[in-house]
């Protein structure tokens, strides 16, 4: 079993990698931006291009490797040519910590079908390129070698890695392994990568580039590195060819949740995803993992249920970390579908200022999953419109006609409970005490126990709020509310509803 003691060595190909798989790569300019970000996170190394590619290219990275840092690795790929080498090396002459990147395939594969080489050919030139590549940056900069299709590369491993030796006694320095088209498990993958790092040196640092084609990269990445891979190649937002590269946020994350000090900034994560997304135009999934939309989603009533009791906790029931830690501002999202539940409505409320207790939210639960059995998730709105056609206007068969205060302790109530119509006449301690006590004369049990006002902000309509508590027949404590611009009207809704909630409690 490999023992680690080494920090992680962040090297970004967001740059190379990433711009190259866009639709329209980025220009120096652009990529500037992007590169002050970089340095921002705290990466150690930036790949700023393949110099060799265009003219562009060789721009950016001349351009980059100005404004480097004096403790960021500066790198520019390049095949295994001479010419190659010769540009990579012109283009980053300026940086403090310069590096050459230089690869070749070696699985039978591709040296057999792409590169239409034999496989001493393969090594000759691999280790010609890099003793060339290491003569022309010369001893202030390093060398960094890539097997490119190293995935491919069980059933000639061996080979691979005795050359890998004679490339190391050449020069380099640093030896990648890619897997360049993901197509097995990662446990196979980092079996390889155990392999050479047990075979080189341990002065050299082991390199991992993974590419996500089954999905799999961060978990590649991330295991690679218990295996002696220090180096981790990774990108913004997991831009790359095909299905993209190893997300540099999942990785780092992974690490940090896995008790690695990670020498990263990972407040900045969040923000840079979203700036990576609208320069690239490469839109961020809904569930994209750790800085999707709806990474911090909830629709099942019982996720709902924990998330909402772990909410303040650094560790929550139904998240991998608190969003601080990337810088998040937004928290857990509930929605409500017919998966959910009454912590779904209380908190939907509650978070858009309407009073609301987790009994009257367990009532109005069924109407809201009927409603989203139809329609699918509702929004807001339909849980406010259900709010106030079932909290502050219950349907039942007790309904309000008119009122008339007869002098400062009487009043005259009328109202109709079902076909019949009472028009009633009560005295009391004041104008609810009354019109309790004239309902009580019509013959209807009402245990008033109390009631309290508040001022509520809920639109044009509704200013003010009555909350009535009842006893119900059965002892069952209830909870009945009002709205409305004038105070009075706001405490006959509230007893109106009261009668109904009771009432239909019974039916």
Known sequence: MTTLIKQPFFYDITLRDGNQSLKKPWNTAEKEIIFNYLTELGVQGIEAGFAAASDMDFEACEKLAKLAPDNIVISALARCVQSDIIKAAESIKAAKKQRIHTFIAMSPFNMKYVLNKSSQEVRNQAIEAVKFAKQTIGKNGEVQFSVEHFGDCIENIDFVIEVLKDIVNAGATVINLPNTVERTRPSVFV?????????????????????????????????????????????????????????????AVALHNAGVDVPLNLSKIYELALVIADMSNVKIYEKAPLIGPEALAHRSGIHQDGAIKTKDMEKGAYRPIHPSLIGRKDDEKLGFTSQSGKTAIFEILSEAGYPITLSEAQRIAPVAKEKAEKIGELSVKDIIDIYYNNILNVKGAFKYINFEKLDEKTIKLKFSYKDNIYDMEAFGNGPIDACINAIKKAGFDCEFVNYEQKALNMGSDATGMTIMYFNAPNGIAIISRGADENTFSANIKAIFNGLNIIDNMKN
């Open 191 to 251: 079996s390889l990568v155990e392999k050479v790092y047990n075979a080189l040196p341990k002065d050299i640092i082991i390199s991992v580039h993974n590419h996500n084609d089954l999905g799999m990269a961060t978990a590649t990445t991330v295991e690679s590195y218990f295996k002696g891979a220090i180096q981790l190649e990774c990108a913004l937002n997991g831009l790359g060819e095909r299905a993209g590269n190893t997300n540099l946020y999942e990785v």
